[in-house]
């Protein structure tokens, strides 16, 4: 038996118009291109800095990339993680390709799971973006390692839980502006 609506006493039915959205934000604008690009760009110039070689330092410029290619798919995609990554493996000197790899990787798993989380809070997307981080960095290690003949070891794997837990503060960062935005818009009504 169904339950009854209280207000009108006719039973009511289970259906689609009983669900509630998971997410119950209001719909998004799309963020500003300039405001994209200029993060990408701030983060690679930051991944040039030394302190990125410690191998339990995030990759906050791959966090950007699929951050920006899970929510703005149609401005970031697998050319610029494939020229930023390239660019990043001139800059080492070492397996031209591995950090392209990972990248391209880690992008293709944000656009196979793009439709899933926008419907998900930042902590819900951070539990299926670890294992995107960590599946494209152990990709390009194990490639590497086939290449060079030794396994450098799991050090690596650090980075990309780190990077992963990181998922949360780069939502909220990088939604900062589009956040203040929407509050003042919705003030003025």
Not at 132 to 160: H, P, T, Y
């Amino acid at each position: 038996m169904s339950p009854r609506d209280h207000a009108t006493g006719r039973r009511s039915r289970p259906g689609l118009m009983a669900l509630q959205p998971v997410d119950t934000a209001p719909f998004r604008r799309p963020s500003n291109p300039i405001f994209i690009w200029f993060t990408i760009l701030l983060f690679w110039m930051l991944s040039l800095l030394p302190w990125r070689l410690w191998y339990p330092a995030p990759d906050l410029l791959l966090l950007v990339l699929v951050f920006w290619s899970l929510h703005e798919p149609g401005r970031v995609g697998f050319i610029t993680a494939f020229v930023l990554g390239l660019l990043l493996d001139v800059h080492d000197g070492g397996l031209l390709g591995a950090h392209a790899l990972c990248y391209t990787v880690a992008v293709y798993g944000a656009f196979a799971l793009h439709r899933r989380l926008q419907h998900f809070s930042a902590w819900i997307q951070t539990l299926h973006m670890v294992p995107v981080f960590v599946v494209a960095c152990a990709i390009a290690r194990l490639i590497c390692a086939w290449i060079n003949g030794e396994w450098e070891g799991w050090d690596w794997l650090w980075s990309a839980l780190i990077t992963g837990a990181l998922w949360p503060v780069a939502h909220v960062l990088l939604f900062l502006p589009q956040r203040r935005f929407d509050d003042a818009d919705t003030s003025v009504i």
